[in-house]
């Protein structure tokens, strides 16, 4: 992947943390349908802590799991305003205290945003990390450790991108494409 980088669409690193809390189980071609409205009616941490829930519900109800993440980008808003002065935290850690913010939506923050040496591991960098014997964990945060161990903290986040986007469009999950594949003749699951 000579462009590797998010596929989300965002303008300000509110957006992407927006854009990726909205990701979590649901397609970034679906959440980039959903986000320009949400973004014209809440751009900013200010405007979306002051919405109702369900305001924002109405807004983003075509993604997964819409009820829950309704509350969480308020609460998330409101606490980026009240505990961060308005700014997005650029630790993983502090990210990861916000409501709807797990590992991996720090991380991909992080290292978007901030240029932190962090990893995301997604549904796609778990399975083609273990396809191409990069790793055998069993979790995310085993799975994390591992290529941590192996990629240069430099390449952590072209690394996850260049991994998500082999999963999305080569090494997909029911069908992989390994006759398309420039990492077949060293891939442990080849399967032609």
């Avoid at 002051?50 to 998330?76: C, D, F, R, T």
């Avoid at 945003?113 to 399975?127: G, L, Q």
């Avoid at 260049?162 to 990492?183: E, F, S």
Wanted: net charge positive; with cysteine.
């Amino acid at each position: 992947m000579p462009v590797a980088e998010t596929e989300l669409h965002y303008k300000n690193p509110f957006q992407l943390l927006v854009a990726t809390i909205l990701s979590a189980q649901c397609t970034d071609v679906r959440v980039n349908l959903t986000t320009p409205a949400l973004f014209a009616r809440f751009p900013d941490a200010v405007s979306m802590s002051q919405a109702s829930v369900g305001e924002v519900y109405e807004l983003i109800k075509s993604v997964s799991y819409p009820n829950n993440k309704a509350k969480h980008l308020v609460g998330m808003a409101s606490m980026v305003l009240h505990d961060f002065k308005g700014a997005i935290p650029d630790d993983p850690d502090e990210l990861q205290k916000l409501p709807g913010v797990g590992r991996k939506t720090a991380n991909v923050v992080a290292s978007v945003i901030f240029n932190k040496a962090v990893i995301a591991v997604d549904t796609h960098v778990f399975r083609v990390s273990h396809r191409l014997g990069l790793s055998k964990g069993k979790t995310p945060e085993k799975v994390e450790r591992d290529l941590n161990a192996i990629v240069p903290p430099p390449l952590l986040g072209v690394a996850h991108h260049w991994l998500i986007l082999h999963g999305r469009y080569v090494c997909t999950a029911r069908k992989p494409l390994c006759n398309q594949c420039g990492l077949a003749e060293w891939c442990p699951s080849v399967a032609f």
